[in-house]
């Protein structure tokens, strides 16, 4: 079965400092990978992918991502923390099929990012 | 920058009546989707939706619901006989190909 997992509920990180956001995969076939984020009050919105090509994908805002498909991660990830990236991070996977259909996403839980001045 | 819109942001209704929740996708996306997500919950598949029909759907998706674009904008989810279990946070979303946009949701509660 496909499923997210990520590990954390919370994160805690001193802005400045860089923040890694964790992500586990388990899907059948070739991955699609996403990361969402969500602000209080607004919906969930797109940050990068991961589809094909470059394990290292980046994405808005500065963050950017590490595919590892031997150990089935995506984290998240940004050099240098800002307080306004105090959000709650989703990510999401769905499998490859191109056929049109299966196109549904499966969530992890998300992440609670609080970054401190 | 387009972005998908949903109303109500807050829908009250009671136990066993119907609601409909109501989408305006990005205009030149030809898939829709519906998410819900129950408080403290994860995000969970409900429906998609290309070329006037359903795609896929989950196990969660019963004669309960149903879903419709009644016009070249709008795109709706019905939910018949609400229950307690209902209440939840529903997404609309809609893509092009691969990335899917999301709206800021309605907040259902069903008391």
């Known amino acids: 079965a496909q499923s997210v997992a990520q590990p954390e509920d919370q994160v805690n990180v001193a802005e400045g400092n860089p923040l890694t956001v964790k992500c586990t995969y388990s899907v059948s076939g070739n991955p699609y990978l996403f990361w969402y984020v969500q602000y209080p009050n607004r919906g969930l919105q797109f940050l990068l992918k991961y589809i094909t090509g470059d394990n290292l994908v980046k994405g808005s805002y500065g963050f950017e991502a590490e595919f590892n498909k031997s150990q089935t991660s995506f984290h998240l990830k940004k050099p240098s923390a800002l307080v306004s990236d105090s959000a709650l991070y989703f990510c999401?996977?769905?499998?490859?099929?191109?056929?049109?259909?299966?196109?549904?996403?499966?969530w992890g839980l998300g992440t609670s990012l609080a970054v401190n001045p | 920058e387009p972005e998908v819109t949903q109303t109500p942001s807050h829908q009250v209704t009671q136990m066993g009546q119907e609601v409909i929740l109501r989408c305006v996708p990005i205009?030149?996306?030809?898939?829709f989707y519906w998410y819900r997500q129950i408080l403290g919950q994860k995000v969970e598949f409900l429906v998609s939706f290309y070329n006037n029909e359903i795609s896929e759907k989950s196990e969660i998706f019963d004669d309960q619901f149903s879903v419709e674009r009644p016009d070249g904008s709008n795109f709706t989810l019905k939910i018949r006989s609400t229950k307690l279990e209902d209440s939840a946070m529903y997404f609309c979303?809609?893509?092009?190909?691969?990335?899917?946009?999301f709206g800021a949701g309605t907040r259902l509660s069903v008391l």
């Open positions: 999401a996977v769905r499998t490859g099929d191109t056929a049109g259909n299966n196109r549904k996403l499966i």
């Open positions: 979303a809609s893509s092009a190909w691969e990335v899917q946009y």
């Open positions: 205009s030149n996306h030809l898939y």
